[in-house]
């Protein structure tokens, strides 16, 4: 399929240009901005941007809070900072020292020269990758106590009996990958890998026992995890289904046409 829309690669002062037009066409009324990535405080709305690979941009990673300046004065900050000391902690998010956050917002309400008004701020889990924040990777168990998926990634399993086993979509989210595999996966019985494919509810007693379980998605494409919640899967190694599902993905990747994109380089 043709690109038909020209697109522009940027210069800085273009994107400058671009910045303060959108702000006129979208304006707000923001008095100063300070970037503990930039270490200052800007006036200019134009300017007030969180590079886009900041968790609290990509991953909604962050948390924030907002104080009232009344008179000239900012009304309640300490109970203000006890809460963002408290969410931090809950959403474990490192933060600055207590005097340091105080005195950074104080020296931007300064800044902005707003006497009324309220001063917003935020805590992030801060740049770095485009995945998740290096944490533990959970699995979803709905209240019915059946599997669901991971935080990122869909999760498949293999039972006792050899059954591919995927969990229904109605609650998670139908991930691309899932599908284009169950799909692939009848290849699998005629070559006796598995007896059969199906999409069901799995209740999480059973998914403990399954002797493999696999996490799916377009980043991972397919990878086995050989230990839950210290307790091995199956033989605790990867198992030959999961590498059959990854080469069966890897193969479409490189020829089934109808789903390949050129691109003009
Ligand atoms: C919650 C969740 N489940 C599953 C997936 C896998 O989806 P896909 O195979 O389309 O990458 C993702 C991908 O980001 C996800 O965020």
Redesign the pocket.
């Given at each position: 399929m043709p690109v038909t829309t020209a697109l522009q690669t940027l210069t800085a002062d273009e994107v400058l240009a671009r910045l303060r037009a959108l702000r006129t066409r979208q304006p707000v009324k923001f008095s100063a901005f300070y970037s503990s990535q930039l270490d200052g405080i800007v006036t200019d709305p134009a300017l007030m941007v969180v590079p886009f690979d900041d968790h609290m941009v990509h991953r909604g990673h962050g948390i924030f809070d907002t104080a009232a300046i009344e008179a000239g004065k900012i009304y309640d900050l300490e109970a203000h900072l006890d809460r963002f000391v408290r969410s931090a902690r809950n959403s474990k998010l490192k933060l600055p020292a207590r005097e340091e956050m105080r005195d950074i917002i104080v020296r931007t309400t300064a800044a902005s020269g707003r006497r009324d008004g309220s001063i917003r701020y935020w805590a992030s889990a801060g740049p770095g990758s485009l995945g998740l924040t290096p944490v533990d990777n959970g699995v979803f168990i709905d209240e019915a106590g059946n599997v669901g998926?991971?935080?990122?990634?869909?999760v498949a399993f293999v039972g006792a009996d050899g059954m591919l086993k995927h969990p229904k979509f109605d609650h998670?989210?139908?991930?691309?990958?899932?599908?284009?595999l169950l799909e692939l996966a009848a290849s699998l019985q005629t070559r006796n890998l598995i007896t059969g494919v199906q999409v069901c509810d799995i209740p999480v007693a059973e998914a403990r026992a399954a002797r493999e379980m696999m996490l799916?998605?377009?980043?991972i494409k397919v990878a086995p995890v050989v230990e839950w919640d210290q307790r091995p899967i199956g033989a605790g190694k990867p198992g030959p289904v999961a590498r059959a599902l990854r080469e069966l993905l890897e193969a479409d990747m490189r020829s089934a046409r109808e789903r390949l994109i050129d691109v003009p380089y």
């Open positions: 998926e991971s935080s990122n990634m869909n998670i989210l139908s991930g691309c990958t899932s599908l284009r799916i998605g377009s980043s």
